[in-house]
């Protein structure tokens, strides 16, 4: 069965620190990888990764995706109070009756 | 540019009622997916619908059933609802067909409460 895990399920981190958020997949038919932030009802697009080891930048945000060991990370530097949120990991396949598999998430609380 | 919309925000129905939800794209958007998400299972994909036709269904039973106008406007429909059917229903909608890299765009959701 196709899955999708991500790791912590929920974090508290003082607004500075420096977070690391995991997700890896056993998927079939593996197309891209995506990131989305949620912060109250609808999920916002932050990254699509498709190549192995190539970092995706925005601001203080970065992901990569390793698909030797089949998994992502996404990198927060110097949280900020508004980086709170779930964090959800997606494996996009090429086929099957579930195109877009999600992780439950990771919440996020970054306290002043 | 107007994101998606869905109707209505929020939702109390009873055990047995029947429901129908509404998405409208983005414009020029021409695909819509549907998903369950709940604090337990996260988010759950129900179907997807690429000009007017449904092109992918997740595992869910026959209650839940969609569809696609000639718009790309979308509705969804739970009958005889169950008290597990309470969630987070969102729509998303994308530029590209299904099968392709898609963004995916998302609206805010329809809360569904059943009692």
């Known amino acids: 069965e196709d899955k999708v895990v991500q790791s912590p399920l929920s974090l508290v981190v003082h607004e500075g620190d420096t977070v690391t958020l995991n997700c890896s997949y056993e998927?079939?038919?593996?197309?891209?990888l995506l990131w989305y932030k949620q912060e109250k009802k609808a999920p916002t697009f932050l990254f699509m990764l498709?190549?192995?080891?190539i970092e995706k930048k925005s601001g203080r945000l970065s992901s990569i995706l390793d698909k030797k060991e089949l998994s992502s990370i996404l990198n927060i530097t110097a949280t900020q109070t508004g980086d709170s949120a779930i964090y959800l990991c997606?494996?996009?396949?090429?086929?099957?009756?579930?195109?877009?598999?999600f992780g439950k998430g990771t919440r996020l609380s970054v306290i002043a | 540019k107007a994101g998606v919309t869905q109707t209505p925000r929020y939702l109390i129905k009873t055990r047995g009622q029947q429901v129908t939800l509404s998405c409208s794209p983005i414009?020029?958007?021409?695909?819509v997916s549907w998903y369950q998400q709940t604090p337990g299972q996260g988010l759950q994909f129900l179907f997807e619908?690429?000009?007017?036709?449904?092109?992918n269904k997740g595992n869910f039973p026959g209650r839940f059933s969609g569809r696609q106008f000639s718009n790309s406007r979308s509705e969804m429909n739970v009958s005889t609802l169950e008290l597990g059917d309470s969630a987070l229903y969102l729509c998303?909608?994308?530029?590209?067909?299904?099968?392709?890299?898609?963004?995916?765009?998302f609206g805010s959701g329809t809360q569904l409460s059943v009692l």
């Open positions: 998303a909608s994308s530029l590209a067909p299904p099968g392709t890299n898609e963004k995916l765009f």
């Open positions: 998927v079939t038919n593996f197309r891209s």
């Open positions: 498709t190549s192995s080891g």
């Open positions: 997606a494996v996009l396949r090429n086929s099957g009756n579930t195109p877009l598999v």
């Open positions: 414009s020029g958007h021409r695909s």
């Open positions: 619908y690429f000009s007017e036709t449904q092109r």
